[in-house]
């Protein structure tokens, strides 16, 4: 029941109460008298009391369908579909997918695989709880009410552990747990929303379309905290990781996560800006939900196109490489071929102690172009023909040293002998592929 106002014969006002059959047939009468006004209040209150959208109807309503008033209420509630909407509905449901195909892929590390699958699924929750409002169909499915915001503080914890899986293989205890508090928290805060009925959901929506949370400032301002420490954290493994000198292929993939996810950070806050009206451009929320996409895609991509990546095996071909070659004529069975070969003249022809040895002498020796050369390079051991040369220096310089037993040999006579012409460039290989000066690396050899 709702308060509504009618007219009596003699035009003075009563307020009394009217059912929802009142509400439509005062909604219908108006209608007749061509009053929108007063037709489309009636048809609102009608709405608000039952959540019935379909009365908001052409055939109903003939004869003030071409007003103003009723022309706004329907593009009100009316689903808005764009390309733009599309492209996040299909992101959003691209994500389950990923989630589906990570939980059952064989031959993976399936914690990893099923951490960064968790991950993925919580941002494709929201990806398509945001595309209600964006689509304005979040009037038919109000029991979506808030069903994102429960892993609003999940975000962090899900991608710093797996991060500490594949980088460190960390095995889980049960004090883990303790990261999955404030998301708990907040479980039990939003249950009393969760628990009411459907009508009275619609009527939240309803009445308040940007309607927030008693507590939605704290609750944006502890997410924020949390994206970012975990961001800090994650970012601190990365760094530690790559300090090994680890090949830029070995950390492309983690680079790019973490990648996303500062920028995610980033339009997250924008994004609360916009909600809270700090910021009162409504369409900057759109970045954050483009920030989702993004990373949605990308996973689909890695996991279809490089498995490997969740098999531990960390190593992503650099995306560039996919225009890259996009024209080149090489075959399968011809790089394999030349990969062969490759080999042959690294490992036993050893030509990389040719100190003048470049990209264009090496594919000579192979009897092919640059182009395939580096193709061949890049494809299959994953580095640039000078990391691939240094790595294989530096490989014979260790054989080297292990092998001075009288202590003979100095460094500088090494970096000339495996190919360097200098002893920067050779300390600086050495350093990059072992985290240690090959004076360090030489005086715990000659300790040990």
Request: glycine content about 4%.
């Amino acid at each position: 029941m709702t308060k509504t106002t009618f007219l009596n014969e003699d035009n003075s006002i009563l307020v009394q109460e009217a059912n929802a059959q009142d509400l439509k047939n005062l909604a219908l009468e108006y209608s007749r008298k061509g009053d929108a006004d007063l037709a489309v209040t009636y048809i609102l209150k009608y709405v608000n009391e039952t959540s019935d959208l379909s009365f908001i109807n052409d055939h109903v309503f003939e004869s003030i369908k071409s007003t103003n008033q009723y022309i706004a209420i329907k593009q009100r509630f009316s689903p808005k579909l764009n390309i733009l909407s599309s492209l996040y509905i299909f992101a959003g449901f691209l994500g389950f997918f990923v989630f589906v195909a990570l939980s059952i892929k064989k031959d993976v590390d399936r914690t990893s695989a099923m951490l960064m699958g968790l991950f993925v699924l919580f941002h494709s929750f929201f990806i398509l709880h945001l595309s209600l409002y964006v689509i304005n169909f979040q009037y038919e499915v109000p029991h979506a009410l808030f069903v994102s915001t429960t892993f609003s503080f999940l975000y962090g914890p899900f991608l710093y552990f797996y991060f500490k899986r594949v980088i460190f293989n960390y095995k889980f205890k049960w004090i883990d747990t303790l990261h999955l508090i404030p998301s708990l928290l907040l479980f039990f805060y939003l249950f009393p929303y969760y628990a009411l009925s459907g009508l009275e959901k619609f009527q939240i929506i309803f009445n308040q379309s940007n309607f927030l949370l008693p507590g939605a400032n704290t609750i944006i301002i502890i997410k924020i905290v949390s994206l970012s420490a975990y961001g800090f954290l994650i970012f601190k493994m990365y760094k530690k990781y790559t300090v090994g000198g680890k090949s830029r292929s070995k950390i492309l993939w983690q680079r790019n996560i973490i990648a996303i996810f500062a920028i995610y950070t980033i339009a997250y806050i924008i994004y609360a800006g916009t909600i809270t009206e700090i910021l009162m451009y409504p369409s900057l929320m759109h970045l954050q939900i483009l920030a989702m996409v993004a990373l949605v895609f990308y996973v689909a991509y890695v996991s279809y196109m490089q498995p490997e990546v969740f098999k531990g095996e960390i190593v992503l071909a650099n995306p560039t490489d996919l225009f890259k070659y996009s024209k080149s004529r090489l075959t399968p069975s011809y790089s394999t071929e030349l990969k062969e070969n490759l080999l042959r003249l690294l490992d036993n022809d050893k030509v990389f102690k040719e100190n003048t040895i470049n990209l264009e002498l090496l594919s000579e020796k192979l009897g092919t172009n640059r182009h395939n050369t580096s193709q061949v390079i890049n494809e299959h051991f994953n580095m640039n023909f000078f990391e691939l040369i240094n790595t294989y220096r530096i490989n014979e310089a260790l054989e080297i040293l292990k092998q001075d037993k009288y202590h003979n040999l100095n460094i500088i006579e090494v970096a000339y002998e495996v190919g360097f012409n200098n002893k920067v460039t050779f300390n600086k290989s050495f350093k990059k592929l072992l985290s240690q000066t090959p004076t360090q690396y030489l005086n715990a050899l000659r300790a040990s």
